[in-house]
């Protein structure tokens, strides 16, 4: 992410300077050819002003070598597609969503209240209770 935020700054501010400095255009800029080529410390970063691909280029034994920068929009897509499926899968359970059934909820009801009606009953005939009143 980090090569992909400094090539769009460099190659905004390549733009800008030629277009400020009245200079000639950069021999292997956006206007006469596919990829604009910008320096970084550990080499240059080559744009595809077509795709807007970035790979960061390392020259080594006199070649350059190429290696294409981690795409964040591909990540961020493939997050988005998981999301939906996820989504759609919650989506698919039902219209509860897991929540109990009619009939599940009668029934804890029902055990609810035989408990405390006994809970009531039990306090109502415990002796202990009505000395310390």
């Known amino acids: ?3 992909v935020l400094l090539a769009v700054v460099f190659a905004g501010l390549a733009g800008f300077a030629s277009a400020e400095g009245g200079s000639a ?6 206007e006469n050819g596919r ?7 550990d080499g240059f970063l080559r744009l595809d002003t077509r795709t807007g691909a970035v790979s ?5 034994n006199g070649a350059a070598r190429c290696e294409a920068a981690a795409e964040e929009r ?18 698919g359970d039902g219209e509860w969503g897991g929540l109990p059934t009619r009939q ?4 804890a009801l029902d055990f609810a ?5 006994r809970m009531m009953r039990i306090m109502r005939n415990d002796d202990s ?3 310390r009143t």
């Open 56 to 60: 960061l280029c390392k020259v080594e």
């Open 74 to 91: 591909a990540a961020l897509q493939d997050e988005i597609d998981r999301l939906a499926r996820q989504n759609d899968a919650l989506k």
């Open 129 to 131: 209770l009505k000395d």
């Open 113 to 117: 209240e035989r408990f405390m009606r």
């Open 1 to 3: 992410m980090r090569i």
């Open 25 to 30: 255009p950069d021999p292997a800029g956006a």
């Open 35 to 41: 990829y604009s080529m910008t320096p970084v410390a």
């Open 104 to 107: 599940e909820l009668d029934r």
